[in-house]
């Protein structure tokens, strides 16, 4: 977010928040990334960065986020863009692409490269200015290739400005890490804005504090110098974006409420952080109870597998988590089965399962992809008939569908029933996903996520 304002009787004024926002626009490197917290007023300042240019008619910059439902999304590039640009009198074009248009005839457009080969379609193209959304959604391949397409012809020097959050097993990690502090993963302060200059040699970057330290390395085709490119990392945090703060003091809140690792990038970011075994799940992070309180909605989640466990082999299980959500919001994991057994083996168990919690449970069932997975779904569900029972595919990496447990785990909001199965349940949380097993997670992540958010939980075709 920036600042914006009618000037006395004349244009609009657009001026970016003092700080980091300001730094990313004045830097005059190549390539400038801005990246670190959530909440930054990164979006607001690459929107900002083409208007420097919109006075010259020949001058175009492009976009890119990776696919187009998140250039679409609320509150992404083009939302966002729609707040800014009408007030410099820009027309927009919505079809066959979006696309701002200003009165001296330059162009702002917004793409995707959802696919590796998408980065094709802009073969012979010419972008003074391209801009990347979330850089390290983006692979390597699609940023080096787009990099040769940053030509110009309109009297603007060609250049990049790209924007993301913390992600320690990206490209961008490696590439941006001289500013990262590589202990604490955090950026490194006195190095904020400061350029640096590289050359790329077959798939090696060589760095060097200055172009000239770079001269003596020539291209052996025809024996010239390379030339260097300047690149800098400009960290942003939360607090940098005082309207940001000032208009919606909750989203701080919503930061402090994600899961350690999401937490960690979001809010302090952080480059080094990974999902690892001990930061997603820990048993002390809940109660544990003698009896169920009254009043709960009932939810049963299954991780499937088909595998007898013998002597040399060591198979994934067939779990299943019962949760509930109690009438004040929290929650209770009241059961947990696992085993390994045959096809037929699995049927019984769900079904005796089923039979022992009750009409009242319904029950979450994974379909896998491909005519297997949805015959077996579709014997389960006729096995269970007069449950509630659904199935629906997995949607998202196993971290990602854990991360809304982990997370309400870690506020203190999931209470445990004491059994005899807590002990194995717990160790294996708390291996996640480190462990080599990760069925109990799995049918946690199901229970819950369907427990709270049944309505994307359809019937299964049968």
Same mark, same amino acid.
């Given at each position: 977010m920036a ?16 700080g ?31 208007l420097?240019?919109?006075?010259n ?28 640009y009408p ?16 009165p ?8 995707h ?9 802009w073969?012979?193209?010419?972008i ?6 979330e850089l ?9 290739y ?16 790209a924007?993301?959050?913390p ?7 490696e590439?941006?890490s001289?500013w990262i502090?590589q202990?604490?993963?955090f ?15 077959g798939?090696?970057i060589?760095?060097?504090?200055s172009?000239?330290?770079?001269a ?12 260097p ?18 208009a ?7 930061l ?6 999401e ?9 080094k ?13 809940c109660?544990?109870v003698?009896?169920?309180p009254?009043?709960?909605? *009932?939810?049963?989640? $299954?991780?499937? !597998?088909?595998?007898?466990?013998? +002597?040399?082999?060591?198979? &994934?299980?067939?779990?299943? /988590? ?10 209770i ?26 009409i009242?449970?319904?029950?979450s ?17 006729k ?14 990496d ?7 447990f ?13 059994a005899? *199965?807590?002990e194995? $349940?717990?160790? !294996?949380?708390e291996?996640?996903? +480190?462990?080599?097993?990760? &069925?109990?997670?799995?049918s /946690? ?6 427990l ?11």
């Amino acid at each position: 977010m920036a600042g914006a304002e009618q000037g006395q009787g004349g244009p609009t004024i657009v001026r970016p928040q003092a700080g980091p926002q300001t730094t990313f626009l004045a830097s005059p490197a190549d390539i400038a990334i801005y990246g670190g917290a959530a909440g930054g007023g990164k979006t607001w300042a690459l929107l900002m960065e083409p208007l420097r240019h919109v006075a010259n008619p020949g001058f175009g910059a492009v976009f890119f986020r990776r696919n187009l439902t998140q250039v679409r999304n609320e509150g992404g590039l083009w939302d966002e863009s729609e707040k800014l640009y009408p007030g410099l009198n820009a027309q927009p074009r919505s079809a066959p692409d979006l696309s701002w248009t200003f009165p001296a005839g330059s162009t702002v457009s917004f793409a995707h490269l959802e696919h590796e080969k998408t980065i094709y379609n802009w073969q012979g193209a010419q972008i003074p200015l391209i801009c990347f959304d979330e850089l390290t959604h983006f692979s390597a391949k699609q940023f080096w290739y787009m990099l040769s397409r940053n030509r110009s012809m309109c009297g603007v020097r060609p250049y990049v400005r790209a924007t993301c959050n913390p992600d320690a097993d990206s490209w961008v990690a490696e590439f941006i890490s001289w500013w990262i502090d590589q202990e604490t993963g955090f950026a490194i302060p006195e190095r904020a804005g400061v350029i640096r200059w590289f050359i790329r040699i077959g798939d090696t970057i060589i760095w060097a504090d200055s172009k000239e330290e770079l001269a003596h390395h020539v291209n052996p085709i025809d024996g010239e110098p390379i030339p260097p490119k300047s690149v800098t990392f400009i960290p942003a945090k939360l607090s940098d974006n005082a309207l940001l703060m000032a208009a919606d003091p909750g989203y701080l809140a919503n930061l402090m409420a994600q899961p350690t690792v999401e937490r960690e990038r979001l809010l302090g970011g952080n480059w080094k952080i990974r999902p690892a075994a001990g930061l997603l799940f820990q048993r002390g992070w809940c109660e544990v109870v003698d009896a169920v309180p009254a009043g709960v909605t *009932w939810m049963r989640g $299954w991780d499937l !597998a088909s595998t007898p466990k013998v +002597e040399g082999n060591d198979p &994934d299980g067939t779990a299943g /988590t019962k949760i509930g959500k109690l009438p004040e919001g929290r929650y209770i994991v009241a059961h947990h089965v696992k085993d390994f057994l045959s096809p037929a083996g699995v049927e019984r168990l769900i079904k005796n399962t089923a039979d022992a919690d009750g009409i009242a449970t319904k029950i979450s069932l994974p379909q896998d992809p491909g005519q297997a997975g949805k015959s077996q779904v579709t014997n389960l569900v006729k096995l269970l008939i007069g449950f509630d029972a659904r199935a629906t595919p997995e949607s998202g990496d196993k971290v990602t569908r854990f991360s809304p447990f982990s997370a309400q785990a870690e506020a203190g909001n999931v209470l445990v029933l004491r059994a005899p *199965w807590n002990e194995a $349940w717990f160790s !294996a949380l708390e291996g996640f996903p +480190e462990a080599s097993h990760d &069925d109990d997670a799995d049918s /946690t992540s199901r229970a819950f996520n369907a427990l709270i958010d049944a309505s994307t939980y359809t019937l299964a075709n049968i």
